[in-house]
């Protein structure tokens, strides 16, 4: 995209409000930035300090501790001083918030978004959030260590490619050097990457198959399958099942860097502790998470939008005319990206310096349809407790008697934690 296209979308915004961009202004106005990421606070004051270096308008970032974002976003929503961008995490929150965000629909800083699934809408095609982050999980893959053993990435498209892959790396273990998978680590507080990265599957599959079920607890049609992957990371990793309960996640990731595995699942967020730790990046990608559903050869990443900007539109004139340029900056500013560590959809992913986010790109342009997060929809921490522990139950004994226990935590769980939810 263009750096003119977006310079001309502060200039629709403002036709939109009935405002003139070109006509006499009292004064610049100010941006206030209520920043959500407390890991990207030094970043986000840096692109406000050369904004305002570079236009001469003020703008203020204030960046709340983790976990306080939404109780000092209502806080400062009630004072006159309100933050003029702030952002939602996805629709559920917008309910709380859509009284005071702008309709950017008709906008070229909203026709520049793709895909259009990372517009955050309201009714009648209302548009009121800009996705501005983005994130996928999957397998990570060393590519160097996948062609020693004398395959592709591009081989592997279905739950049986990599069954087949997978079986031959682990056979040849100890003539290759590596395993085909590292150690899943299913110590409490590492469980997480199976109870709600990998249950994504299941859970995302299940309301695909039953329209207007989103949300709501799952019965379980897919858990063979989501067995099935488990049982293969388990027979084919670096250290056996029975002592998975003793590892965490941080024994996967070294078991990666050191090249002992040629599969780690995880999500494009890892890329800078990867390469950090001295792998090439190069030799990094990332395939699907296959579990043996039908059509999943047609399938992409698990992907979605992790925060949206919001513009207030109770803000005065000139200072929400202030945020919408310095929106339509950021959005045509590729740097924009680089300095908050953002996978920005307003720029081409395929360009991104992140390997994971260029395998995203590609598998999407190949045609391969991406399987939406539903980690919102999943129970509370307690239900991730149980389903963690019963998972490193099974990994002692892999048979079916503690695999019952598995489904009981995970589906009958839910729908348990749903109807104490509900009274």
């Not at 360009?351 to 999943?378: M, Y």
């Not at 004994?397 to 995970?410: G, H, I, P």
Request: a negative charge; one cysteine or more; charged letters at 25%.
């Amino acid at each position: 995209m263009k750096r003119k296209q977006f310079a001309a979308a502060a200039l629709a915004l403002s036709l939109l409000l009935g405002l003139s961009a070109c006509g006499p202004r009292a004064r610049k106005g100010n941006i206030y930035w209520l920043n959500d990421d407390p890991e990207r606070n030094v970043a986000a004051l840096a692109l406000a300090d050369r904004y305002e270096r570079e236009t001469g308008v003020p703008v203020k970032v204030i960046t709340p501790a983790e976990g306080e974002y939404e109780s000092r976003l209502s806080v400062q929503m009630a004072r006159r001083d309100a933050p003029t961008l702030f952002t939602v995490s996805g629709a559920e929150e917008l309910e709380q918030w859509q009284p005071q965000c702008l309709d950017l629909r008709g906008t070229k800083l909203a026709a520049a978004l793709q895909p259009k699934t990372r517009l955050l809408r309201g009714e009648n095609d209302s548009v009121y959030g800009l996705g501005h982050d983005t994130a996928s999980f999957g397998l990570i893959v060393n590519t160097r260590l996948l062609e020693r053993a004398g395959y592709r990435p591009e081989e592997i498209a279905s739950f049986e490619d990599l069954r087949r892959v997978a079986e031959d790396i682990q056979a040849r273990a100890d003539a290759l050097g590596f395993n085909a998978f590292t150690s899943a680590g299913l110590a409490d507080g590492s469980t997480w990457r199976f109870t709600r990265q990998l249950f994504n599957l299941p859970v995302t599959l299940e309301y695909r198959d039953r329209p207007g079920a989103a949300g709501e607890p799952i019965r379980g049609t897919y858990l063979k399958q989501y067995r099935q992957l488990l049982d293969l990371y388990f027979d084919n990793s670096v250290r056996n099942a029975a002592a998975q309960p003793e590892l965490g996640e941080e024994d996967a990731r070294g078991e990666f860097t050191a090249g002992k595995a040629v599969f780690y699942q995880n999500g494009s967020w890892e890329y800078e502790s990867l390469t950090a730790a001295g792998m090439d990046a190069d030799a990094l990608t990332m395939i699907p998470l296959y579990i043996g559903a039908k059509g999943e050869q047609d399938q992409g990443l698990c992907t979605d939008v992790t925060g949206y900007w919001c513009v207030n539109q109770n803000a005065e004139p000139a200072n929400l005319q202030a945020t919408l340029d310095f929106l339509a900056w950021c959005a045509g500013d590729r740097d924009t990206a680089r300095t908050l560590g953002l996978e920005s959809a307003f720029y081409d992913p395929a360009g991104s310096e992140n390997a994971f986010v260029r395998a995203d790109s590609a598998l999407e342009a190949a045609g391969k349809q991406a399987l939406e997060w539903n980690l919102d929809a999943l129970p509370d921490e307690r239900w991730e407790r149980d389903a963690g522990r019963a998972l490193a139950d099974y990994a002692l004994s892999l048979d079916e008697e503690s695999w019952s226990r598995v489904r009981s935590a995970l589906v009958d769980g839910w729908a348990e934690r749903a109807r104490k939810t509900i009274d």
